[in-house]
């Protein structure tokens, strides 16, 4: 091992799950380390890794052997929400496996694990940028709370996260003008559970959080995460009216269409609550998108409740749907419950929801056709050559357009011209 050990890290998950990996990999670079790409060899592999279903239980597993397989010699770190859950179920495949209340820890607990001579510079100064879009300074996650108190009966994240910790609004506001100043002209604001955001200390909630994060200068979008129905009320309402740098895409997690389903899982809201939100938000913002996470096979989900999900998803006209088949989770109540869904029921319910999602994903694009949206471009296209480049719209629309000139980070108005394999071509309005 060299002077400069090297670091390497790979994410799954949610939005939070990346805010937490570059956090750890400041830190990495604060104490010496040189960051490398999960594909590169690295003397240190963190795994952060994600529990939310067995299918990335097991993506998990797998990127942990990967890491083993690239440097059989590196010391291999699993952290994350599984570490936490089920610290036991990898412990032969991790050097090292560790929990989410052990984060601010991370890098002292390896750096014990390291010979001594690993860290002969590691109080050189550690030139590092986050690593949003491959290293380009286009968007940024800001993580503003961690934790759940919802307590869903399927999902094991409160035990994974723990309660509810929001962080103070000044330490946030900090952060985000940082951003900005690195040069990122857009701020997702991200957390576990971010409509619970709320500091009695400084007086902030989240609308409060909003309003703060929208007045920086410089700043150009702002994008929320995932949003609870319940948060969609008068104050919320009022202050996206005022906030032009608002991204009008937003994640309303729904997990089900029948109404009783709903109860069963211990969500706080009804079909017809999560509809008034959505209508009052396009009401401000007609061209608003709606994604959402639904989840078939939940136990007890009749025909009647799943075909109620179908129409209901209809009805809502959802830009997107992230469809999960339900999968028991040990330690939640849902895991107990009676009448559990047959597997080849979860997969043919799963395929009929995913192309009911592909057929609203395409109408939307193409009622769309013909309009001019500003696109954030974030990234050429690789597997092109010819000049193609990627980025999104304010309501998330996928968008390629041909220029020879580098757009990385630039807001360029585009006409939408034909929607082709999930994005929109278009070209450039000059």
Not at 219 to 243: C, G, K, Y
Not at 346 to 354: A, G, S, T
Not at 374 to 395: M, Y
Request: a neutral charge; hydrophobic letters at 35%; proline letters at 3%.
């Amino acid at each position: 091992m060299n002077n400069k050990p090297t670091v390497a890290a790979f994410t799954l998950g949610c939005k939070v799950n990346h805010s937490d990996t570059e956090s750890i990999l400041r830190d990495f670079a604060a104490c010496g380390f040189v960051i490398q790409g999960f594909d590169q060899t690295a003397d240190v592999y963190i795994i952060n890794t994600c529990t939310v279903t067995q299918a990335s239980s097991k993506k998990s597993r797998q990127a942990i052997s990967k890491a083993r397989k690239k440097n059989p010699n590196a010391l291999i770190v699993a952290y994350g929400c599984y570490s936490q859950v089920e610290p036991e179920a990898l412990q032969n495949l991790a050097d090292l496996v560790i929990g989410t209340s052990e984060k601010s820890n991370i890098v002292d607990i390896v750096a014990s694990k390291l010979p001594t001579e690993a860290f002969v510079n590691a109080n050189d100064s550690a030139s590092f940028t986050f690593f949003n879009n491959y290293g380009e300074r286009t968007r940024a996650y800001l993580k503003v709370q961690d934790g759940c108190d919802r307590f869903c009966s399927y999902c094991i994240v409160p035990l994974a996260r723990g309660a509810v910790e929001s962080r103070p609004l000044h330490e946030i506001l900090a952060e985000g003008r940082e951003l900005v100043k690195l040069g990122f002209k857009e701020i997702v604001l991200a957390g576990i559970q971010i409509a619970a955001y709320g500091n009695a200390e400084e007086n902030g909630n989240l609308v409060t959080l909003m309003k703060r994060i929208h007045d920086i200068a410089g700043l150009q979008r702002l994008r929320l995460s995932s949003l609870d129905p319940n948060v969609i009320n008068t104050q919320f309402l009022e202050a996206v009216h005022n906030m032009p740098k608002l991204c009008d895409h937003f994640h309303l997690s729904l997990q089900s269409g029948s109404d009783s389903i709903l109860k069963q899982m211990n969500r706080h809201y009804t079909t017809s609550k999560y509809k008034q939100s959505v209508e009052a938000l396009r009401e401000i913002l007609p061209q608003s998108t709606f994604t959402t996470d639904m989840i078939v096979g939940f136990p007890g989900e009749t025909d009647n409740d799943f075909n109620a999900s179908l129409k209901f998803a209809e009805e809502i006209g959802f830009f997107r749907i992230h469809v999960f088949s339900y999968s028991p989770k040990k330690g939640t109540p849902a895991a107990e419950f009676p009448n559990q869904i047959d597997s080849q029921v979860k997969e043919l319910r799963n395929r009929v929801l995913r192309t009911t999602g592909d057929y609203l994903t395409k109408k939307f694009y193409e009622n769309n056709i013909g309009k001019v949206y500003p696109v954030l471009f974030e990234s050429k296209i690789e597997s092109k050559t010819n000049g193609i480049w990627e980025g999104h719209t304010t309501n998330y629309l996928t968008v390629h357009v041909k220029a020879e000139a580098k757009l990385t980070n630039e807001i360029v108005p585009v006409r939408l011209l034909e929607f082709i394999n999930g994005a929109a071509y278009g070209e450039i309005c000059i």
